[in-house]
Nanobody, 119 residues
Framework: VQLQASGGGLVQAGGSLRLSCAASGIIFSINSMGWYRQAPGKQRELVAAITSGGSTNYADSVKGRFTVSRDNAKSTIYLQMNSLKPEDTAAYYC??????????????WGQGTQVTVSS
């Protein structure tokens, strides 16, 4: 199983970016999916998560600005980021809780995609 993230970049404060992350491989089901971020010198933190049923939760710092969604048919999670602030600058990582056909459940991470917001 692999998670491939894309969509990061450099944007001015107030701008928008959309991140995508697609899961591939032999997958029975994808349970929860999420986005985390890690800024230099800081711990990785949850940004937003979404269950297979579509329930979402967000970090307080991004509520009202970021929207997480997923396309189950494409095994893809998205993060629409609006009104970006310099403090949103970080490497963003996607995460997925995946069940295999053998019934085992594992946590997978995508490679980071850098988001840089200039003031």
């Amino acid at each position: 199983v692999q998670l491939q993230a894309s969509g990061g970049g450099l944007v001015q404060a107030g701008g928008s970016l959309r991140l995508s992350c697609a899961a591939s491989g032999i997958i029975f089901s994808i349970n929860s999916m999420g986005w985390y971020r890690q800024a230099p010198g800081k711990q990785r933190e949850l940004v937003a998560a979404i269950t297979s049923g579509g329930s979402t939760n967000y970090a307080d710092s991004v509520k009202g600005r970021f929207t997480v969604s997923r396309d189950n048919a494409k095994s893809t999670i998205y993060l629409q980021m609006n009104s970006l602030k310099p403090e949103d600058t970080a490497a963003y990582y996607c995460n997925a809780d995946i069940t295999s056909y053998r019934g085992s459940r594992s946590d997978y991470w995508g490679q980071g995609t850098q988001v840089t917001v200039s003031s």
